[in-house]
């Protein structure tokens, strides 16, 4: 069972920045495809950047992709979410999730843990 606690959602004016963080349980990191997924107001929940525990290859959406990076540190047991260029469009409860890596980790897969999610909200 893989614990995970998202911060660092808020409200910012759009073309800001924000970052989130999802602390995750020891080592998964480094052993789990680990990925970030939104949920906007009557909209279903999308995958948006994913990555791979060994070679590190990361996944993005379309309608985030050269903006938002997903990123980890494994000696924190942390993962990351730099969001440049924020539009209103990007509103939505931001959640961590992790999968066991097998297969890919492409933002298509199901993720079977999930952190309580973080509210981002541009206007």
């Known amino acids: 069972h893989v614990q995970l606690v998202e911060s660092g959602g808020g409200s910012v004016q759009a073309g800001g920045s924000l970052s989130l963080s999802c602390k995750v349980s020891?080592?998964?990191?480094?052993?789990?495809?680990m990925g970030w997924f939104r949920q906007a107001p009557g909209k279903e929940r999308e995958g948006i950047a994913t990555?791979?525990?060994?070679?590190?290859?990361?996944y993005y959406a379309d309608s985030v992709k050269g903006r938002f990076t997903i990123s980890r540190d494994n000696t924190k047991d942390m993962l990351y979410l730099q969001m440049n260029s924020l539009k209103p469009e990007d509103t939505a409860m931001y959640y961590c999730?992790?999968?066991?890596?097998?297969?890919?980790?492409?933002?298509?897969?199901?993720?079977?843990?999930w952190g309580q999610g973080t509210q981002v909200t541009v206007s």
């Open positions: 999730a992790a999968r066991k890596s097998i297969g890919s980790c492409s933002i298509a897969r199901v993720f079977y843990y």
């Open positions: 990555l791979e525990p060994n070679s590190g290859r990361t």
């Open positions: 020891k080592d998964a990191t480094n052993n789990y495809c």
